[in-house]
């Protein structure tokens, strides 16, 4: 099959994004894309390319003093009866539209037209992002190639319809039980109900105050919520385990072992286990690449209430941003689709960005 990023198409972020998403690349299966990115950009003379499965990564070597890195994951989530992309006026609908072939198409244009920029650019098109830790492209270079991610700033064009979004909260799962005594129901004070237990844990959920916290201007508010409940064993059974499974959305000034010990405050006198985590990110705002590009853009960042990649660079000491086209509440919808605006207005910022002297 010919590659469908043409030099022409190439040229045009927005002819970019819909050739992007019409090469489908469920996780797992990034292959096909992963080739036809690799391809144009072994044809930049100016960039030098590495691959690591479906990962691609290509770099500048300018000399300059500081580098940045632009960031985009090539997987989506399954189709779902949205491919090939259309257009209807000045939205282009499709798989992955917005999260996040068209903040990919901004780094490849850029990776190819723009030989000179005035920071050194490492350009990571990175598979899995959408499933398991495991699989994740950005985790595997960390372990494997840690040089890759070297950086004085990192930007993840994830969706952000246009602004900034610094930073990212943590995220922590936890299973709170209660345990009581079996019984059978006509004798149901013979035994202790785990399920009417459980009630206690969630008036606890119900009267939870969420905190705010404010760093380097971005306000990040924290959530705690149930998310799962499971308990009973048959119809004439008391039950005697039950559960709720919660998430704590928690912000970036907050480390694990500190979310953890918050739940454990939270539901002191219940049994709590904490089945997985991951850290935050705090904004990184103070980086000089970041102040440009702030400056670039003209508008005031905001914390990003979710949990993204940018988290990954800052475990590794990197500061890092959300910045993109798409609109992340479309992000894994049927309907997904992303403004035409917002690509070329994106494609015209970063340009601006990486290009001033």
């Known amino acids: 099959m010919a590659n469908p990023l043409t030099q022409d198409v190439l040229l045009d972020p927005v002819v970019l994004t819909r050739a992007l998403v019409d090469i489908e690349s469920v996780s797992r299966?990034?292959?096909?894309?992963?080739?036809c990115v690799e391809e144009v950009l072994l044809k930049a003379g100016h960039l030098n390319v590495r691959r690591l499965g479906n990962t691609v990564m290509a770099r500048t070597r300018l000399g300059h003093e500081q580098r940045v890195i632009l960031a985009g994951h090539l997987d989506t989530v399954p189709v779902n009866g949205n491919l090939p992309s259309t257009v209807v006026d000045d939205l282009i609908y499709g798989c992955g539209t917005a999260d996040m072939k068209s903040g990919v198409a901004l780094a490849l244009h850029l990776a190819v037209t723009l030989p000179d920029p005035r920071y050194d650019v490492t350009y990571l098109f990175y598979e899995a992002e959408e499933i398991e830790s495991e699989y994740n492209g950005?985790?595997?270079?960390?372990?494997?190639?840690?040089?890759?991610?070297?950086?004085?700033?990192?930007?993840?064009?994830?969706?952000?319809?246009?602004t900034v979004e610094a930073g990212?909260?943590?995220?922590?799962?936890?299973?709170?039980?209660?345990?009581?005594?079996?019984?059978?129901?006509?004798?149901s004070w013979r035994g202790v109900n785990a399920v009417h237990a459980i009630g206690q844990v969630l008036r606890r959920?119900?009267?939870?105050?969420?905190?705010?916290?404010?760093?380097?201007g971005c306000t990040y508010r924290e959530g705690l919520s149930a998310v799962r409940i499971a308990g009973g064993v048959a119809g004439n059974v008391v039950p005697d385990e039950c559960e709720v499974e919660v998430n704590l959305?928690?912000?970036?000034?907050?480390?694990?072992?500190?979310?953890?010990?918050?739940l454990r405050k939270v539901f002191d006198g219940f049994e709590l286990?904490?089945?997985?985590s991951a850290p935050g990110a705090l904004p990184g705002l103070d980086a000089a690449p970041a102040r440009e590009f702030l400056a670039a853009i003209g508008v005031e960042p905001?914390?990003?209430?979710?949990?993204?990649?940018?988290?990954?660079?800052?475990?590794?000491?990197?500061?890092a941003l959300n910045y993109g086209p798409g609109d992340p509440s479309l992000a894994h919808a049927p309907d997904?689709?992303?403004?035409?605006?917002?690509?070329?207005?994106?494609?015209?910022?970063?340009?601006?960005?990486?290009s001033s002297q």
């Open 273 to 276: 286990e904490i089945t997985d």
């Open 336 to 354: 997904e689709h992303v403004e035409i605006g917002k690509i070329r207005d994106g494609a015209a910022t970063l340009y601006r960005w990486l």
């Open 168 to 187: 990212c909260q943590g995220t922590m799962h936890a299973v709170v039980r209660t345990r009581g005594r079996r019984a059978h129901t006509a004798r």
């Open 29 to 35: 299966d990034e292959k096909a894309i992963a080739d």
């Open 302 to 319: 905001a914390a990003k209430l979710g949990w993204t990649d940018v988290a990954r660079f800052a475990a590794l000491g990197i500061p």
């Open 205 to 216: 959920l119900e009267d939870h105050h969420p905190r705010t916290v404010t760093i380097d």
């Open 138 to 162: 950005l985790n595997l270079v960390a372990e494997s190639h840690p040089k890759w991610l070297r950086a004085d700033l990192a930007v993840l064009l994830e969706p952000t319809f246009g």
């Open 249 to 262: 959305r928690f912000a970036p000034d907050r480390s694990e072992k500190e979310a953890a010990e918050y």
